[in-house]
């Protein structure tokens, strides 16, 4: 039996934030859906500063044909709450940001580099995971004094997006138990009607 160990976001940072597309790609589309989501347990993890939040525990359950709607339905719910930021949108988001914080004289060349690091680290995100990890940057109360590097606002976008990814896999993992089993089912089931075929095939040759 297939089993994930899924750390969660640490406690007070939100899994998603006020964005209509996540919340409702968070929102089980049935009962059931959010019964074969659901971890099998969750245990506590310690770091070296104490209690680093908590970990999932996940098996995948058994799935029944009558399933795959649901999960497909919700599985489009959440690919769509993660499909990556246009490059533009990112790059203007990212450079207004980084503008309170220009450095002068800097050459063409190093701008375009940098913007081109922020693009690598942050491309994989939606688009209002990166509006939020800016707006949370801004409004700290101690990081917005400074400059983020692209690995700062990459760890925020990670934080926000919380469950998101690991409902992808899940869902993906479920769905593809039942149509491998399906296919694997009818290639059987061609394979001996085949074999049958040739056999009657053989014993008519004169």
Known sequence: MRRDVTPL??????????????????????????????????????????????????????????????????????????????????????????????????????????????????????????DEACRQWRRHPVKFRFKPLPGDLRLLCTEIVGRLPTMVTRLKKMIGSVQGGSESTRSRADDIRSRVVALANARRMP
């Open 9 to 130: 976001p640490r406690p007070g940072i939100p899994s998603v934030p006020n964005a209509d597309d996540g919340a409702i790609a968070l929102v089980p589309v049935s009962s059931r859906v959010a019964e074969l989501l659901a971890p099998s347990r969750t245990v506590p993890r310690y770091g070296e500063h104490g209690f680093d939040g908590v970990s999932e525990f996940w098996e995948m359950p058994a799935i029944a044909a009558a399933d795959l709607p649901d999960l497909r339905r919700q599985l489009r719910l959440v690919e769509s709450a993660m499909t990556p930021v246009e490059p533009g949108r990112l790059l203007a988001r990212v450079l207004a940001l980084l503008a309170q914080y220009r450095d002068s004289g800097l050459p063409a060349e190093v701008e375009q580099a940098i913007a081109e690091d922020f693009l690598d680290d942050l491309g994989q995100f939606p688009a209002w995971a990166v």
